[in-house]
């Protein structure tokens, strides 16, 4: 089965800081993987996939299968980008994809 | 676009009675549903998906008598928390999309449920 972890439940930077959140798979096919953002008291939404290979809001993230890690990583962080970090990888499972997400990291950043 | 809504946001419950939360996907034609659930610091848990039309199809470990789920329109699929008891207390969250295996899901603002 697949799984994602996360090994980070919290993570403090400062303001201008670099900041890299871990995120590791285990999947036996091919992975896709994303990462979803949460602000405070807001719905889950999408940051970043792998295969578009994008940069939102300053973030990357790098899927290395020889690791099978998909780390997301900013080079200098704002207060904004506090907020609860999720990795998830989609698989197809029957008739439908499913999202096996990660216990999450929440960043916090200080001024 | 691509605006999923919940209702409600909070409902508290006694033990043993029933509770109906919506999921509404407002402009948009939803497949395909799928329902979640977040226990406080945890990750989100896929307890089922359901396609239009047809019945849903329930992870393992979760109980179909108990997650009664009803995906009777294109806009609106429901989860029903039969006999819920003090254990059911969680967030419950859930996605839609477009196609009907679900390649791209939208989520929605999650409805938190007490059963005191």
């Known amino acids: 089965a697949q799984r994602v972890t996360q090994p980070e439940k919290l993570l403090s930077v400062f303001k201008g800081a670099p900041v890299e959140l871990k995120c590791n798979y285990s999947?036996?096919?091919?992975?896709?993987l994303f990462w979803y953002v949460q602000y405070s008291r807001q719905r889950l939404q999408l940051l970043l996939r792998?295969?578009s290979r994008e940069s939102i809001k300053g973030f990357t993230a790098d899927l290395n299968k020889g690791e099978t890690s998909f780390h997301l990583k900013k080079p200098f962080a704002q207060e904004e980008d506090s907020a609860m970090y999720y990795c998830a990888l989609r698989v197809r499972g029957g008739s439908n994809y499913k999202l096996t997400f990660g216990k999450g990291t929440l960043l916090t950043v200080n001024p | 676009g691509a605006v999923v809504s919940q209702h409600p946001s909070w409902v508290i419950c006694k033990s043993g009675t029933s509770v109906k939360i919506e999921c509404r996907s407002l402009d948009f034609q939803a497949t395909t549903m799928f329902w979640y659930r977040q226990f406080p610091k945890q990750s989100l848990m896929l307890m089922a998906t359901s396609n239009e039309g047809s019945k849903a199809t329930y992870e393992q470990g979760v109980e179909k008598d108990k997650f009664l789920i009803n995906h009777a329109s294109l806009t609106l699929s429901t989860l029903t928390v039969t006999s819920a008891h003090p254990e059911d207390s969680s967030f419950y969250i859930c996605?839609?999309?477009?196609?009907?295996?679900?390649?791209?899901?939208?989520f929605g603002p999650g409805t938190r449920l007490t059963v005191t």
């Open positions: 792998h295969i």
């Open positions: 996605s839609a999309s477009l196609d009907r295996v679900g390649y791209e899901q939208y």
């Open positions: 999947y036996s096919g091919s992975p896709e």
